[in-house]
């Protein structure tokens, strides 16, 4: 990764629409700067979106940012992300705007998950917030699947799913369930289900949709007593019963998210049954 290059200018730099050989590059600027997504998240994201990258004079990535279609309403944008050694220089804005104008020239609403200092940049932009999210960190400890289900194929969820998500997201969720290591959860009377993925550093819990508290504290629960180690789950804030659970399970809050949407102000699905989401980068 190169740190900067004397007297380049940073927006001189080439773009570069991403594809399956810059994984690797993506990989090491997510890693540097302490994030969780690991090769299969971004292969994921790659194929099912437009990704962007701005290469550095030695050839490696120091920026990215990227947007994921979820058709026919809205779309996610991701992983605008800048080294260290790079930033202020006006490649994530640069980023930003390619990716904002890819998922409005499809005619969908540009969503996207931010933190506090991200907010404050997307709000003059015209980004309105949707719902508080918090990230909650823990520990699994467990090693058995418990008493639930596991999620058969992501045809057994798509249409409670696509009623939560406002969208289509089958491919998405058929990807996640063929992770190697990942515990998928249904509830047996179909009210919901759970999904997670190993990250670089902990397991990713989420989604969680369910279509009411009971169903969703049974889910979080079985996941719990059915991973190991480190793991990590983004709550929206109005789900105080699941935040309850968490904290008896020693889980500690993290940092805040604040959902936002270009000129909207709600979600297009219905948020009630969405008790976690899968992670900002996915939505």
Known sequence: MAATEGDVSALDLPVVELC?????????LSRA???????????????????????????????TALALPYP??????????VHAAWQRRGLGTLLLSRVVDELRERGLVPFL??????????EPLGFRAVEPITRWRGAGHGGNGGSLPQVPEAAAIAELDR?????????ILADL???????????????GFLLTRPGRAATQLGPVVASGE??????????????????????????????????????????????MALGRDTAFGEQALVRAIAGPELG
Do not use: K
């Open 20 to 28: 399956e050989r810059h994984v690797a590059g993506a990989l090491d």
């Open 33 to 63: 700067a302490g994030w969780n997504q690991t090769a299969a998240d971004w292969l994921l994201m790659i194929r099912c979106g437009r990704a962007f990258g701005v290469a550095a004079p030695d050839g490696g990535l120091v920026a």
């Open 72 to 81: 026919p309403g809205f779309g996610w944008v991701s992983m605008v992300l």
């Open 113 to 122: 998950d931010a933190t506090p200092a991200g907010r404050a940049l997307y």
């Open 163 to 171: 009623a939560a998500f406002g969208a289509d997201r089958s491919a």
């Open 177 to 191: 369930l063929a992770r190697e290591g990942a515990l998928s959860l249904i509830d047996p009377g179909g009210r």
């Open 214 to 259: 009971c169903a969703a504290l049974d889910l979080v629960a079985g996941a719990l007593d059915g991973i190991a180690g480190p793991a990590l789950i983004d709550v929206p804030d109005r789900e105080d019963g699941l935040s309850d659970l968490l904290r008896e399970r020693g889980f500690e809050p993290e940092r805040p998210f604040t959902r």
